[in-house]
């Protein structure tokens, strides 16, 4: 059975780690080079990092931010947010990210994911998606929204999700605008169904709250990895901590 993945995210912006709710009130929550290397000495599988500026002056700031941290850490990087060309794919590829994270710029050019994995490999392609329940359609059905959980697009996530994974995209990050920062859950129903209906790893995230939350998004939820940020930002649980109490649910993780 295949292990399930413990990913911090840091969203950044003017070279500082921030938190919010629903992308909104940011806090302070330290350097991302210092975070970073906590993480990975704690035994994190992955990070992602999140561009939330997403302008050219923050790219370039974010670009030294992956330099820097690719030199500390040795586990899987993913850079997002705000990568708009096959271009600032390749920069972040070349600070030393791992893999690259699309959301608006994939919804407006869906054959961008088609182009970044032709050149760089499906592995290397991660679609994130901001997903919005929609009351109006009943349950079990979500919309797309970009600009960091901003707009919406009318566009339901199963079938944008399934194309996506057609046009190339290797893995799903898989954000619930609900649910982010509120610490009550994941939307698992959101997860479920996403995990049900592609063949890439899905991550989970979005309302990590207790030890509790990150085991029902991979036993409930399906997903293959979970990803979480103010819990540890704020050394409210250790990786190690989170492992152990999943491995002791019957999660397999990475020791």
């Known amino acids: 059975m295949l292990t399930k993945r413990i990913i911090p995210c840091l969203d950044v912006t003017d070279g500082r780690v921030v938190k919010g709710t629903s992308f909104t009130n940011l806090r302070d929550a330290g350097d991302p080079v210092e975070q970073a290397a906590f993480y990975y000495r704690e035994g994190a599988d992955e990070l992602v990092f999140l561009d939330i500026g997403a302008t050219p002056e923050a790219r370039d700031t974010m670009v030294h931010v992956v330099e820097s941290v690719a030199r500390q850490v040795f586990v899987p990087l993913c850079v997002g947010g705000g990568l708009r060309s096959i271009d600032d794919m390749r920069r972040m590829l070349q600070a030393g990210a791992d893999k690259v994270s699309i959301n608006t710029a994939a919804v407006h050019d869906p054959l961008l994911l088609k182009k970044g994995s032709a050149i760089f490999g ?41 194309q996506a994974v057609e046009l190339g995209a290797g893995e799903i990050l898989l954000t619930s605008w609900d649910a982010d920062g509120q610490r009550a859950g994941y939307d698992n129903e959101l997860n479920l169904a996403v995990s049900e209906a592609v063949q890439v790893p899905v991550i989970a995230s979005g309302g990590a709250g207790s030890l509790e939350h990150l085991y029902d998004a991979l036993a409930t939820g399906k997903a293959d990895a979970v990803l979480a940020a103010s819990i540890f930002h704020y050394r409210e649980y250790s990786i190690k901590k989170v492992k152990e109490y999943l491995a002791s649910r019957g999660i397999p993780v990475r020791n």
């Open 122 to 162: 499906n592995q290397c392609i991660v679609l994130a998606v901001d997903a919005k329940r929609r009351t109006d359609r009943g349950k079990g059905a979500w919309e797309v929204y970009t600009h960091g959980g901003r707009k919406s697009t009318g566009i339901d996530v199963i079938e944008w999700v399934q």
